[in-house]
């Protein structure tokens, strides 16, 4: 942009100095061609040794705009005779203008208005731009020179240079203020994108859409192709999530009626050897973890879609706490202590909770203490409560959880660094365990050290 500007105000500059020049220069050798008559006559003539006829002609034609003079082919020099007071300054401006065109360098080069390898730009003292240049060459060698007073014309282009600047500037101005108000409007849809992008969610997948106000065309298009896609992908998860929860709705029955049969086959399993009680007790447990990992796949199913639904009310927590260990002493080889306040001991102590919900939780929590804690190590169970809340903590001495993912700890299928290689575990149970007691209106954190082990808080309000 900038160098077409550049080149657009050369090609106008260099039009307005042909057309303040060239005319004057071809008036310029129409008046002297007497001049170059009497030069030639002169030099032609052997007889001719009075140069005056030259010089009068010379005077004649000479004024303060233009002055002519002839330099012989010897050298020497033929000039007006000056006005009075003048003299000096003749001399200075014919010797300026010699001078200039015996040197190789001349300031012509700095000058836009000269073209050609004859002309030379000088200055009379008094500080009045001359051009110089031959007007005309005799046969025998005398060449009749001028100096024309070119101010007048260079101010003028001088002044037509400047507003040709101001004009180039003030263009390349609005050309830089629509160009980036144009840019803004291409970009700022484009931010609006990114934005929108950066923002959605699982959750948000179906209402997330970019509406623009009159955005050009190809950002338009842009715009509906991520609309689409984000279209494809809601219905591709709401079919996922709808998938999940049927799978894990059908899945339960079944699994219930294989638990039954083994429980009664282990009540009566009198004729059974003692490794084969063993297998159905391994069997059952298993049966109880997979049937716990269905029912948090089918709470997130339903938290997703809406139709998560938690009846709350006060529960005693103190006797959901006992339950949950009862069940977990059941299928754990390592102790589970519990440690209740003293006023279990005058009543229940209540929270506001849902029993079944806040039981998984703490299943939940049970499991993922065994899984990643060395055999025979305990697991403590503790609650405290204060005016308005009740604190559950469940604490192990396991491999503990990095600094760094303890922030995504309960993010959904994230398994810290260090638990890789245990191979049990979806990634789901503390992303459920979030769920329930968010739904249950508390709220859970950790607190962790590596080797050392892990230590969740539940806080619920109080009844």
Known sequence: MVLGFTAAAAFTLFINRDGLLHPQHDGERLAAGSLADALDRLVGDPSATDSAPLREELERRSDRERVFWVQHADGSLLLPRPVAGEGMALSSLVGQAMAAHSSAWSVRSFSPLLIGTDRRLVKDPVGNSYLTYTLHRSPGGSRLWVAEDISTSVASLRSRLLGLAGVWILCLVLTLVAISILTRR??????????????????????????????????????????????????AWSQQRHFVGLVSHELRNPLMIISGYLRRLQRRGQNLDPEQMRALATTEAETHRITRMLNDLLDLSRSESGQLQM??????????????????????????????????????IHAVAETDRLQQVLLNLIENADKYSPPGRPIHLNLSQDADTLCISVQDQGIGIALEDIPKVFDRFHRGRNAIEHE????????????????????????????????????????
């Open 186 to 235: 291409i970009v700022q849809p484009l931010k609006d994108l990114h934005r929108l992008a950066a923002s959605v969610t699982s959750a948000s997948l179906a209402s997330s859409h970019l509406k623009l106000d009159r955005p050009p065309l190809e950002v338009a298009e842009l715009a509906g192709s991520f609309n689409g896609l984000l279209d494809r992908l809601a219905l």
């Open 424 to 463: 049990r575990g979806s990634g789901l149970g503390l992303s459920v365990v979030k769920l329930l007691v968010e739904a249950m209106g508390g709220s859970i954190d950790v607190e962790s050290e590596i080797g050392v082990g892990s230590r969740f808080h539940i806080r619920l309000p109080a009844a």
């Open 311 to 348: 009846v709350l009310g006060p529960v005693a927590v103190d006797e959901v706490l006992t339950t949950a260990c009862d069940l977990a002493r059941s299928q754990l080889s390592r102790p589970l202590l519990l440690t209740l306040p003293k006023e279990a001991a005058e009543g229940p």
